[in-house]
């Protein structure tokens, strides 16, 4: 880390600074410029870095104190250069192939999930998407079937040959939702509950991490970092979009996260236009910016009756939709020399 | 509910919307102005608003929906002209005494907890705040002594005749924490962990639920209408700064929440200026500019020696800095009428 | 618009609005709720809606004044059902073809720049951007060559068969930046320069227009607007980037704001990925995905030696990136149906 | 300024690095550590910093480059270890006496800029706030009275001995306002307008600069520097608000700004409250907190009848309004050891 000492620092508060970082067993390595003396350290580990910091931060002779290095490390881009591939039950995300998940927002029956899911399936999905735990914002809101739309998920699931990716907010619940989910899913609001992170990162089951709606790329990093830390290696990036000042937009839908996260992570990102941008009409045009900029996975809300549905209704594609907009996504696919 | 149809809606496109607002059993009033037709239904109960206006949002003759009736009942004002006064067993917040919360961020032993409460009982708290389990960005950082912490903060704030005001993370560990606290602090980062929100909603213990990083008012009261519904009348909402492009700062303390919480609801507001600023050097300030605008309490942390913190001591007051800040909030409090 | 009444409104005051509203000599709709009455207003021209929406919101018995026509109409997609084709001096901007823009960030000499404008040209750029009068944070950075760096990109665009596009930030210098540019750039930090705005809407010469660092798609139109009515009608939109909280991007490039200016408006919407990002590394991504998601236009930072350069060379492409990014946008333009 | 190195950077690389920083001139300081090489600059002048970090920032093997001085001189507190009092015409802004500028939001006629600085110089306000020249998002809106607006402004206040403080937005026009004005307004959308901040560089009428939606606080004491650099001393800093996702309020008032500034810079900073918040109800409460948290002085807006202002009018005080504010700041700020 880097120490910026103020201005006005005296020559005995710039010993005082060194003798703190040499007592802690660090390397010492002043610069003494004309304006301000800064004060390298080298050898602090990860686990007492943010520590030190701060306390030479509440030093009123110290100005600023910089990290060097990135706070996470089993996220990071150095453990591997090539982009690794989670298996979901046979279904890589993270290679060549852009994993499709679509499906309902929301379970609501069985017929709402076969309907959405068919032609998910037909239109080359592979992983059914589909609330039972639903966050809502507000407590009166439908909150989801819970078991039974767990139970619907995973016969729907079998019946059409796809896997399941489903979200648990519950951390009580993770076993439960494993035994019916190929993938879980931890929502933006939850990116920061990190007794839920410690809990996926039990299971081996992988998990779908979304980007919480005010969350840096680098916290989002560290979220994964507990998952991966916990144990559970099967982390992949869900970039959701971004809460800003634009309210023409349910969120900011941030692409950029995605060649950002290759230059900082091996893990896989995947783009979810639907929420992102909580507009159908923008939906469509959004997927296809997110295969092209690189995304290794879509996840996409399809209705059968967008008018009908209980929630999300207008960020819901139709089937027909879907169909059409997945034709429109080989050709941009392939000009990016990967498939769909 | 108010639907403005698009500018190219036909005479039958209105007559549908017409018609579901009606199927609903729902009072239709449509208003046909020179370039938009604008149709008002009224009888929605909440429960089925959110979906109905996304149900007519999808149609794509329709242009925008709002809504009218604020998205919160218990919360809301109108349940009561005046502040609820919560009772924390025998300390109250949301009267004319403005309600003092002061201790370590984080519980690191006995001895540091001790001489930080003692500092902040003499000098006029009467709740003890101290972090058992820390919320840490990094999986590598501090995450708090647990339990221990929990019978350190209960054993001293009994000694000192304190009450203790301490964060639950864990859903599953909400009645452990209750044995320890007379107060539970729902953090930041779990406003929307709606199933934690859940839990604290079915005990009495009072629940200090701080706003979300970038949560709306309207969504923080929404969480609080979470606590209410669930049957805990006891809730205290509490401003920790929120997350904007500034980086001076750790977050912007909005300030501004304070009289716009009071016109919006009968829920006492208190504010945390250490982590809504995120340096001592701005603590002192904002912590008079927090009294002269009327909140209910302040929440601040106080580290014996924060160059030695492990955690946050750059915003850590100093036991000699309290004290002095006490002192001359006195007669900022005067100056509104209050008392601290 | 729409008035909301409070809660506690009583009839006489639900009466005073309504009565306000008549005399205004608009037409008045009461839609009598059983939590609240809502007034409905017609036939309110744009030129006072402003004036009487905060008129009616400044009385206590008011809850909420709400707009129900954009606030501009020059700039409205209900103008024209296509995109409207700006002619840049014979080159189309919003027609099929994709407009591509390139250059260096700033004029630096005249070997820097031709050596950058020859390789933009050779890749298929048809207009040549460059800096002569540069926006800079600071005051003791490089401020741009003025007059010379028109006269350099005049002299090289016309003997590569080039246009010109550069930014003209001091309202005097409209006239002279006319005589030689085909294109005048009005900057993020002056979108809300009405009184520039007002200049550039005296002449006939395009004028990109690009978004502010926090305007809302609304008031970029409503600033679009300014020019528009000024006479001169050939505006063309650039997103470059908002400001959001995250820092390892310079702003977060909103691709959002192309369908969504789709949908609002009728002008043409060009992308800016260097400004956008920040990033070499990311720039070409983005640009792929700026393509895909219906851009009509490119601008790009492209400098012959990025690490010489005396601005922005963090964010500028080389000339063999340029040259390697064209060729790979071309099938990606081709899937979307657009050419390059 | 400091440059870290890629985790892969190689021995040649790093020797690049340290000798290009030789090449220019300046002192380098590598640090070797375990996972990154660091490499220190010293004696970089401000001019070429922003040019020589950028240039670095563009080598593949350069993860990242900091700056280490902050970016103003004249502006930083290192000036002057207490705040600088600028004097307009006679009123001190700076010094204990908290400078009190009231009036309309715009000059609508002479009778509503008479009753309202009427009241506002019984209420104890010395310097007459009134636009003459507005920014109006919608070019529909109204605009002000300019030049005639100038001369109510001036004849009002001279009548009531007060001074005036009115914003200039047209560069062209600062001569003319220079003549009307004791003070000179740089509104928010012009903050980085930096021709006009040189024109008012160049006048020694204090200038009242107001901090952009979206500036950090750096970027605002930059703008500051470009008018010192100019020639003219007598800036003062205003905060009006920042934009954020909250849409209660108008803007976000960031009242830690006051003591930020107060860390960083020299220079007196003032509070607008009605911009800042944009509701009447929230304007009392919030001048009452800049006024403990240390503002140099406050800026309102005061409507005989806000409900039929032309402008502003929901966050306009009535003159009783204002009246009771100033009663009401007096013992708030004794407490804080001003005058008012």
């Known amino acids: 880390m880097i120490v910026v000492m103020a201005a006005h620092a005296t020559e005995t508060e710039i010993k005082d600074v060194e003798q703190r970082i040499a007592d802690w067993g660090y390397g010492v390595h002043p610069i003494y410029g004309a304006e301000r003396t800064v004060i390298g350290a080298t050898g602090v580990p990860e686990a007492d870095k943010a520590r030190y910091m701060e306390s030479l931060e509440s030093l009123p002779y110290v100005e600023q104190v910089m990290a060097i290095l990135k706070p ?3 996220a990071s881009r150095e453990i591997s250069p090539t982009t690794t591939v989670i298996d979901v039950k046979g279904v890589p995300v993270g290679g060549n192939q852009i994993a499709l998940m679509a499906g309902p927002c929301t379970v609501e029956s069985y017929e709402q999930t076969w309907e ?12 059914l998407r589909g609330g039972a735990y639903k966050p809502s914002t507000s407590p009166y809101s439908f909150q989801g079937l819970g078991i039974e739309g767990l139970q ?3 016969d729907i699931a079998d019946k059409l040959d796809m896997k399941v990716v489903t979200e648990v907010m519950d951390l009580r619940l993770v076993e439960t939702v494993c035994q019916y989910a ?9 990116m920061q509950n990190y007794d839920l992170l410690r809990e996926v990162g039990k299971v081996k089951t992988p998990v779908l991490l979304k980007r919480g709606l005010s969350a ?10 507990y998952i991966l830390i916990g144990g559970n290696p099967n982390v992949i ?4 979009g971004i809460r800003t000042f634009e309210t023409y937009t349910r969120n900011t839908l941030d692409l950029s996260a995605v060649p950002a996260v290759r230059e900082l992570s091996h893990l896989p990102v995947v783009i979810d236009p639907s929420q992102g941008t909580g507009k159908r009409s923008l939906v469509m045009a959004m997927t296809k910016a997110a295969v092209a900029v690189g995304a290794d996975g879509l ?3 399809v209705h059968p009756h967008p008018d009908q549905a209980l929630k999300d209704g207008a960020q819901s594609l139709t089937c027909e939709n879907f169909t059409q907009l997945v034709a429109e996504l080989k050709p941009i696919a392939a000009a990016v020399g990967r498939s769909i």
Chains 1, 2, 3, 4 share one sequence.
């Open 72 to 74: 996470y490390k089993l």
């Open 237 to 240: 990036l869900c970039e959701r």
């Open 116 to 127: 959405s899911a068919k032609a998910c399936k037909e239109a080359g999905a592979t992983i």
């Open 152 to 154: 619907i998920l995973r």
């Open 216 to 225: 840096k790329i680098e916290e989002w990093l560290q979220a994964a970092e």
């Open 299 to 301: 996840i996409i809300e």
């Open 182 to 190: 190929d993938m879980l899913q931890v929502g933006a609001r939850n």
